[in-house]
C-alpha cells in the first residue's frame, strides 16, 4: 500500500529563514506527487505538483519542490519565508494511471514569527 | 459555482444518530472524492465518484458510511448510527476527470461532532 511520511510535524521560524519541509512516500510505481497547504481558517489549496519532466516544481508563493526518485523524496522548499507563510502543508501521492486518489503525508505546521 | 461548496459547515449530533454532508463540486468537474481530516488520522481517502458511479470505496471505514452521487454533480455523504469516533472534518474535492495529472479542489469540510 502506498503511504506517505512527512517528517517534521511542527516547525518554528523567524521571517527570512530558510525552510525545507521533508516527504517520502513509499511505492514502486510511477507517481504524481504535491504540495497542498492550509492556511488558518481557509481551505485547502494546491501549492505545486510534479507529473513528469524537470523534477524541480516551482509553485505559488516562491515555494519549490525536488523529486528524487532514488530517495522517494519530495522535499517542500523556500528561501526566505514570511510571517504568512503560518499554515499546515501537506504532502500527497497520487499513483499515476490510477484513479486520482491522493494518499496524503501526516501534514506539518509551520508557524513563522514576525 | 466559483468553488466547491459543502454544507452544513458543522454539525452536532448525538451517539447513534444517523447524519448526512452534502457537496456541491465545481460545474463540470466529473470526478469528486470525499476525505476525512481527523486529529491522529490526518487526512484519509474516502471514496470517489466519476459521474454517478464510485469504483473505488476502499477508504470507507466501516458499512455505516455509505455515499452517493446523483446527475453528475452533488454528493451526500451518510453515516449511520453514528460513534465517536467519526468525529472528524469531512473534506469534498472535485476535478475535471479522475486522472491525477488534474488538481483536485477541495471545499471548506464540514465539522462533525458526535457527543
Not at chain 1, 88 to 110: D, H, M, P, R, S
Request: charged share 15%; proline share 4%.
Amino acid at each position: 500500500a502506498q503511504s506517505v511520511s512527512q517528517h517534521n510535524h511542527h516547525v518554528i521560524l523567524s521571517e527570512a529563514a530558510s525552510l525545507e519541509l521533508g516527504c517520502n512516500y513509499s511505492y514502486g510505481g510511477t507517481v504524481n506527487l504535491f504540495w497542498y497547504v492550509q492556511y488558518p481558517g481557509q481551505h485547502l489549496q494546491l501549492l505545486l505538483k510534479y507529473f513528469s519532466g524537470d523534477p524541480l516544481v516551482k509553485g505559488i508563493k516562491g515555494f519549490e519542490a525536488e523529486f528524487i526518485k532514488s530517495k522517494f523524496s519530495f522535499n517542500l522548499r523556500k528561501p526566505s519565508v514570511q510571517w504568512s507563510d503560518t499554515a499546515e502543508y501537506f504532502c500527497a501521492v497520487n499513483a499515476a494511471g490510477n484513479t486520482g486518489k491522493l494518499i496524503f503525508g501526516q501534514g506539518t505546521t509551520l508557524q513563522v514569527k514576525p | 459555482g466559483a468553488g466547491v461548496s459543502q454544507s452544513p459547515s458543522n454539525k452536532v449530533t448525538e451517539k447513534g444518530k444517523d447524519v448526512e454532508l452534502r457537496c456541491d463540486p465545481i460545474s463540470g468537474h466529473t470526478a469528486l472524492y470525499w476525505y476525512r481530516q481527523s486529529l491522529g488520522q490526518g487526512l484519509e481517502f474516502l471514496i470517489y465518484f466519476q459521474g454517478n458511479s464510485a469504483p473505488d470505496k476502499s477508504g470507507l471505514p466501516s458499512d455505516r458510511f455509505s455515499a452517493e452521487r446523483t446527475g453528475g454533480s452533488v454528493s451526500t455523504l451518510t453515516i449511520q448510527r453514528t460513534q465517536q469516533e467519526d468525529s472528524a472534518v469531512y473534506l469534498c474535492a472535485s476535478s475535471r476527470t479522475t486522472s491525477g495529472a488534474y488538481e483536485q479542489y477541495f471545499g471548506p469540510g464540514t465539522r462533525l461532532t458526535v457527543t
